[in-house]
């Protein structure tokens, strides 16, 4: 009789997960409040930049996310050979560019910043990006390259999951709030969903945005993730002349270029609580921050604008493994990086379950670092 899991959360980690464990022989339930993959997961953009994300004072994280990137090749063949569904992943490289004059040493310092970790990128001038991206603002002369950072479409990629977990055996709930995890001597029995009480030795807490607010749960094991919205838009290019060919950064925004001529623009970051509400606002500046970059997109038609939650920690930074109860296991707070982490989550959160061992890459992603006693000289 397999071991039996419960999972609250149907997005790309929660249904990562389920797909992992039910190969390995587990019985596993999969719980979401809405329908599957709905959430984060499907309002983002897809971006697997491991290289360009990289910041200063993450240096715990960058180990995490460029192993991440690495397994994505491979993560994405066997995902679509178990599915038999595309997951729109592209090896298109990443170019981060300066629109303006001001844009220029900012870009320099990142570039420096970068080599000075080992990352491969490159400085690109006018001719360069021109060759490359010959429909970008003509002012434009200056650009980093990114050759490993990637996408994937993340709609495309939350429907390979989803139709993976159900190959391998996983029952979904959409539409199934958990009303609250039944605990006793701080050992996890059990959740109330829709009023009724069912047995689940192990649960895995991958609820996104929403991770920090289930009941029943004592303070202590509660991770701290709070949602930051991003408001997103979508336009029509012609396929076979598309205007942008690689994923393109400005100070501002982001334009990710898909396979079937979408081109999705985003994000904005804002503190709004639960709030999914589209702006004036934050659709103008999507807009006109494209058009600066990106002259052409005028005449295209506007195809879609959504808005998303990021699941935030208190130190942007996932958090894995140990809840500091017995039988809640954490995956979530993946802020940015959702789709990026996707591959190494799932085994990383899998391979706990059942070693009981957290591997040593995630370890500085625990709960403890929250706690006091976790500051160490």
């Given at each position: 009789?397999?071991?039996?899991?419960?999972?609250?959360?149907?997005?790309?980690?929660?249904?990562?997960?389920?797909?992992?464990?039910?190969?390995?022989?587990?019985?596993?339930?999969?719980?979401?409040?809405?329908?599957?993959?709905?959430?984060?997961?499907?309002?983002?953009?897809?971006?697997?930049?491991?290289?360009?994300?990289?910041?200063?004072?993450?240096?715990?994280?960058?180990?995490?996310?460029?192993?991440?990137?690495?397994?994505?090749?491979?993560?994405?063949?066997?995902?679509?050979?178990?599915?038999?569904?595309?997951?729109?992943?592209?090896?298109?490289?990443?170019?981060?560019?300066?629109?303006?004059?001001?844009?220029?040493?900012?870009?320099?310092?990142?570039?420096?910043?970068?080599?000075?970790?080992?990352?491969?990128?490159?400085?690109?001038?006018?001719?360069?990006?021109?060759?490359?991206?010959?429909?970008?603002?003509?002012?434009?002369?200056?650009?980093?390259?990114?050759?490993?950072?990637?996408?994937?479409?993340?709609?495309?990629?939350?429907?390979?999951?989803?139709?993976?977990?159900?190959?391998?055996?996983?029952?979904?709930?959409?539409?199934?709030?958990?009303?609250?995890?039944?605990?006793?001597?701080?050992?996890?029995?059990?959740?109330?969903?829709?009023?009724?009480?069912?047995?689940?030795?192990?649960?895995?807490?991958?609820?996104?945005?929403?991770?920090?607010?289930?009941?029943?749960?004592?303070?202590?094991?509660?991770?701290?993730?709070?949602?930051?919205?991003?408001?997103?838009?979508?336009?029509?290019?012609?396929?076979?002349?598309?205007?942008?060919?690689?994923?393109?950064?400005?100070?501002?925004?982001?334009?990710?270029?898909?396979?079937?001529?979408?081109?999705?623009?985003?994000?904005?970051?804002?503190?709004?609580?639960?709030?999914?509400?589209?702006?004036?606002?934050?659709?103008?500046?999507?807009?006109?921050?494209?058009?600066?970059?990106?002259?052409?997109?005028?005449?295209?038609?506007?195809?879609?604008?959504?808005?998303?939650?990021?699941?935030?920690?208190r130190d942007d930074a996932p958090i894995l493994g140990a809840s500091g109860v017995e039988g809640?296991?954490?995956?979530?707070?993946?802020?940015?990086?959702?789709?990026?982490?996707?591959?190494?989550?799932?085994?990383?959160?899998?391979?706990?379950?059942?070693?009981?061992?957290?591997?040593?890459?995630?370890?500085?992603?625990?709960?403890?670092?929250?706690?006091?006693?976790?500051?160490?000289?």
């Amino acid at each position: 009789m397999p071991v039996s899991v419960s999972i609250i959360g149907a997005g790309v980690a929660g249904l990562g997960i389920a797909w992992q464990l039910a190969q390995q022989g587990y019985a596993v339930k999969v719980f979401d409040q809405g329908a599957v993959g709905q959430g984060a997961s499907w309002a983002a953009a897809g971006m697997l930049a491991a290289v360009l994300e990289a910041e200063p004072g993450e240096d715990a994280l960058l180990p995490f996310v460029l192993e991440a990137q690495a397994l994505w090749p491979e993560y994405a063949r066997s995902l679509e050979a178990y599915s038999g569904l595309a997951v729109g992943y592209r090896e298109t490289g990443t170019l981060s560019i300066a629109p303006l004059r001001d844009d220029v040493g900012v870009l320099q310092q990142r570039l420096s910043f970068l080599q000075q970790r080992g990352l491969p990128v490159r400085w690109l001038d006018r001719a360069d990006l021109k060759a490359r991206e010959p429909f970008l603002a003509p002012r434009i002369a200056h650009a980093l390259y990114s050759p490993h950072d990637h996408q994937v479409d993340n709609r495309a990629l939350v429907q390979a999951l989803h139709q993976a977990a159900l190959k391998a055996g996983v029952e979904i709930f959409p539409h199934h709030k958990i009303d609250r995890i039944i605990l006793e001597n701080n050992r996890v029995q059990g959740m109330v969903v829709k009023g009724e009480a069912l047995a689940a030795p192990c649960v895995v807490l991958a609820a996104g945005a929403w991770s920090g607010s289930i009941a029943g749960l004592p303070a202590h094991a509660l991770p701290p993730v709070f949602p930051m919205k991003g408001q997103l838009l979508a336009l029509q290019m012609e396929v076979r002349q598309p205007l942008l060919r690689h994923v393109v950064w400005t100070p501002q925004v982001y334009l990710v270029p898909r396979c079937d001529g979408r081109l999705v623009v985003g994000a904005t970051m804002e503190d709004k609580g639960f709030d999914t509400g589209l702006t004036a606002g934050g659709l103008l500046h999507l807009l006109r921050e494209t058009w600066e970059v990106l002259p052409g997109i005028e005449e295209l038609p506007l195809l879609e604008s959504w808005a998303g939650l990021r699941p935030t920690s208190r130190d942007d930074a996932p958090i894995l493994g140990a809840s500091g109860v017995e039988g809640l296991v954490l995956a979530t707070g993946q802020h940015r990086h959702g789709i990026l982490m996707t591959p190494l989550l799932a085994k990383t959160v899998a391979d706990y379950i059942i070693s009981g061992e957290l591997a040593a890459i995630a370890t500085p992603f625990t709960m403890a670092r929250f706690s006091h006693a976790s500051h160490h000289p």
